[in-house]
């Protein structure tokens, strides 16, 4: 770079540039400069031959500067179009043409000594001598490569799921939108399949956050081997997956959700456990369920909770009629919300009565909601809406606080002293301060803890075995009584019943009335009381409705027993009539007789 002093703004070089020919001071020190700056800085004569490399322009092409000297360019900054692989256009021969600076195309790549390539932007500019004469250009370049990948790494972060790497919610509903183009221009469907694995937060909640990020994982290979590679498996968050089926009519849906069914099953090995996970899949289809990615979404979301409601490990499609159901359960919801600040819900009581002598020894307290928006809705309606809210823990303490009241009002007017039965949930029982407020309540109330029982499905006490024997341990400690309800409709082994300190089993109701006769065979109620007596445990039939069933019951030994036979449930001014005026109880007709 004879006589020519090269002037570098952030390394991009702006105009051509003045030289001071007496100055060796300057020469040097502009040598220095160069050679501490990232870089790389080539100068060619207006022959286009290299009369100046600084050493980042070495070490990024892989040519010492004394070999590059005088060699042509282009041998030695010789770059392509990374994504056509063509010879990219000549930036010196451009710039000594028109004597004017010019930058890169975008994507040029530098293929360096020794073939390997790297990412480049740069700069290039004429040189002028003193008396403003072209005499070459200045190319002055930079790797990108790391900045390019950095750059792609966060757009695939900023599209896709961290955890199992699949697309996430942006993605997926660009793709469905591409798909719905797609299918509008030629006439054709696609199908939107929403999955939420069946009861995955038992699984977080038991083996810890690691395994279920494990199972996670392993769900969605298994959801990527079940579809073609040009559809799209995507995780919204949570244990909730979408699957876009790209050009699909109803019948490929239907045949990837049974695939995804029975593929899904298999036992997933994590950490050395063998898990077993199923999923309800809900289904939509263009156009027919919706036009735009929302309604797809939200049409197989909606077909999602009927498959769950379903029955689990199922797959259904949406249907017009299950928007009003969904609208339905947003009416309750909303309403709910008001529900216990408003005074709606009260609790009626079913008598639990001795087999044998009739006395009523207990009361089954039950929830009813008073809202005059709503026609008369049944715990078995708002109940699970309660459960998916977050709202059943609050309504849980309410009817726990009622109920002992209740009872204790009732010994406090000199009534016989009965137990008082709650149903508790799921949700209810797995809360950390469950054992405490059940406490507190019986503090608050004064009801000794004797009186109150609490009544569990087998699901909710098999969930987490280990974690469920801890809790009832704590209660029974406390002195309160622990009953199974519905029992036989569950998967509770005997060594688990066992080692559950209980007190009561409750035969679910189903099988009570599937007892035809006095001399049925009633093979399972038969089995179910005599392994409760051998337990020495206390049994109580459910839904007794016919003198048949009674008899049935009172000939195999079975202690006590509730249902419309007796008395369906009743509010509380009512049962304290009936507990005031006889508390023995024949049958139905004389509880009328009673309470009129
Ligand atoms: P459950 O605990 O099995 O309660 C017995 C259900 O059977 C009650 O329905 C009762 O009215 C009904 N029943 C009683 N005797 C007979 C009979 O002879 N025949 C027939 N067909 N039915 C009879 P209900 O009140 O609609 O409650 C339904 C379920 O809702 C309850 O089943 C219980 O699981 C749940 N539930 C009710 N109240 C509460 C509550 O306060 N908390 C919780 N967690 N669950 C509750
Ligand atoms: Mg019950």
């Given at each position: ?7 570098s ?28 700056i ?8 207006i022959?286009?031959n ?13 040519w ?8 042509p ?25 028109i ?8 994507n040029?790549?530098?293929i ?9 932007e ?12 072209l ?9 990108v ?11 695939h ?5 961290f ?17 719905i183009?797609f ?6 469907q ?18 810890g956050h ?5 199972l ?6 298994r ?11 995507s ?5 909730e ?8 009519k ?38 027919a ?9 939200k049409?197989?979301?909606t ?24 609208t339905?359960?947003l009416?309750i919801?909303n ?15 079913q008598?639990?009565?001795?087999l ?12 009813r ?10 715990p078995?309606t708002?109940l699970p809406v ?32 009965i ?20 406490k ?37 400690e ?11 409709t ?17 035969i ?9 006769s ?28 016919t ?33 005031s ?10 509880l ?5």
């Amino acid at each position: 770079m004879d006589n020519t002093l090269i002037r570098s703004e952030n390394a991009v070089i702006q105009e051509p540039i003045v030289i001071d020919e007496s100055s060796y001071k300057i020469k040097v020190r502009a040598e220095i400069a160069l050679n501490s700056i990232s870089d790389a800085v080539i100068c060619t004569d207006i022959d286009c031959n290299i009369d100046y490399m600084n050493i980042a322009a070495e070490k990024i092409t892989g040519w010492p500067r004394d070999e590059a000297f005088g060699k042509p360019v282009n041998r030695i900054f010789n770059i392509i179009n990374g994504i056509t692989r063509k010879p990219a256009f000549d930036p010196v021969g451009l710039v000594l043409q028109i004597d004017k600076p010019r930058v890169l195309a975008p994507n040029t790549v530098l293929i360096k000594r020794d073939g390997t390539e790297v990412e480049i932007e740069d700069s290039t500019s004429p040189i002028h001598d003193e008396k403003e004469k072209l005499t070459g250009v200045v190319i002055v370049f930079h790797d990108v490569s790391a900045t390019k990948a950095m750059a792609k790494k966060m757009e695939h972060a900023a599209q896709h799921d961290f955890l199992t790497t699949l697309p996430n919610r942006m993605l997926l509903n660009d793709r469905i939108e591409q798909a719905i183009a797609f299918a509008s221009r030629h006439h054709t469907q696609l199908a939107v399949l929403f999955l939420d694995l069946d009861n995955f937060k038992h699984i977080n909640d038991s083996l810890g956050h690691a395994a279920g990020d494990k199972l996670l994982q392993s769900v969605a290979k298994r959801l990527q081997h079940c579809v073609r590679v040009s559809d799209t498996v995507s995780r919204q968050g949570g244990d909730e997956f979408v699957i876009l089926l790209a050009e699909s009519k109803n019948e490929d849906a239907a045949l990837t959700a049974q695939k995804i069914l029975v593929d899904l099953l298999a036992l997933h090995e994590i950490d050395k456990n063998q898990l077993h996970i199923t999923t309800s899949i809900g289904i939509s289809v263009y156009p027919a369920d919706g036009t735009d990615a929302e309604t797809l979404l939200k049409s197989a979301d909606t077909a999602m909770y009927c498959a769950k409601e379903k029955g689990r490990n199922n797959y259904q499609f949406f249907t017009a009629q299950m928007n009003t159901r969904a609208t339905e359960r947003l009416v309750i919801e909303n309403n709910l919300r008001l529900a216990l600040n408003h005074q709606q819900f009260i609790l009626h009581y079913q008598p639990i009565v001795n087999l044998t002598t009739g006395k009523i020894t207990g009361a089954e307290a039950l929830l009813r909601w008073q809202n005059s928006e709503l026609s008369e809705v049944s715990p078995e309606t708002f109940l699970p809406v309660a459960i998916d809210s977050g709202l059943m823990v609050p309504i849980g303490r309410w009817v726990l606080r009622q109920a002992c009241k209740q009872a204790k009002a009732w010994q406090d007017k000199g009534l016989p002293a009965i137990s008082i039965a709650i149903n508790i949930s799921a949700q209810e029982f797995l809360h950390k301060d469950f054992v405490e407020d059940v406490k507190a309540v019986l503090v608050e109330t004064r009801l000794a803890a004797e009186y109150l029982e609490l009544e569990f499905t087998e699901p909710v006490l098999m969930r987490d075995t280990d974690c469920s024997t801890q809790i009832l341990q704590q209660l029974k400690e406390m002195g309160v009584k622990l009953a199974v309800e519905d029992f036989g409709t569950g998967c509770s082994s005997l060594s688990h019943l066992q080692r559950f300190p209980i007190d009561v089993l409750k035969i679910d109701q189903s099988f009570v009335q599937s007892i035809k006769s006095a001399k049925d065979d009633g093979f399972i109620v038969s089995a179910i009381i005599s392994m409760g007596n051998s337990l020495k445990l206390k049994v109580i039939a459910e839904g007794i409705e016919t003198t048949h069933q009674l008899d049935f019951l009172t000939a195999r030994q079975c202690e006590e027993g509730q249902g419309h036979f007796y008395s369906r449930p009743i509010d509380a001014e009512s049962f304290t009539l009936l507990l005031s005026k006889n508390h023995i109880l024949v049958a139905n007709n004389q509880l009328m007789d009673i309470l009129v």
